[in-house]
């Protein structure tokens, strides 16, 4: 399940909700998600299941340009209220889980932490490549200015326009990341420890899975390759 309710809160501040009126949804929000689990250990028998935490929302143009307001998070330029919503979620989410492993001990539960991924690759953004100029800015939108993102304007309407480096830019529009970052985001989820809890073997393990769920979920030959399809598309 790939970063569940997210869209909920995005339309939510989309339709003038302010962060604090928006937390009073985190509840339900995060009770439908650890529901949807649920089904899927009722109904499909699944016995490894993955859930992701949200990405920080205040290093988001499009979330930027919504709280224009200038509290930050020291050199980042992240929205410190935006992030401390994405924290009070991912804590939800959390405890749902823990929740969820007492009640089925048997299904591996997984859970992804998109946040401090995302916070890494944001640190170590001139290693891999990323301009700090456009650590805020979309590569595909409009309006330049700090976040180069109208609100008004997707990425492919007329006067929209694309930059001539992607692989330099961390967002490739007001909510999504280039693909160029989030092969980063997912390499860093697998590669290193502390992103993923439990920690998720390859391997022997995989091979295990493979086996016994395979009748459920065609296999799983590479996690990471799943999680990269799932966010390309």
Known sequence: MDQPGINDYKQA???????????????????????S??????????????????????????YRTLFPEGDSIDKSRCHKGLNMFTKLHNDHLWQAILELRL????????YADYYKAFMVLLKNHAFLGFKKNTL??????????????????????????TCSDR??????????????????????????KGFIFPEFKFGEDTAAVERHHSRNHGGIKDMSSIVRHLLFV
Request: hydrophobic letters at 40%; aromatic letters at 8%.
């Open 167 to 192: 692989a330099s830019y961390i967002h490739w529009d007001g909510f999504q990341l280039t693909p160029e970052a989030l092969e980063n985001l997912i390499d860093t989820l697998f590669s290193q």
């Open 37 to 62: 689990v649920e089904r899927l250990i009722k109904e499909a028998e699944a016995k490894t299941v993955m859930v992701s935490g949200i990405v920080p929302m205040g290093c988001f143009p499009g």
């Open 13 to 35: 501040f989309l339709h003038g909700k302010s962060i604090s009126e928006a937390s009073h949804l985190v509840p339900e929000v995060v009770e439908t998600i650890k529901n």
């Open 136 to 161: 805020m800015k979309a590569c595909c939108g409009s309006g330049d200015g700090l976040f180069n993102f109208d609100m008004q304007m997707k990425c492919k309407d007329d006067g929209a326009a």
């Open 103 to 110: 009640k089925y001990p048997d299904v591996h539960i997984i």
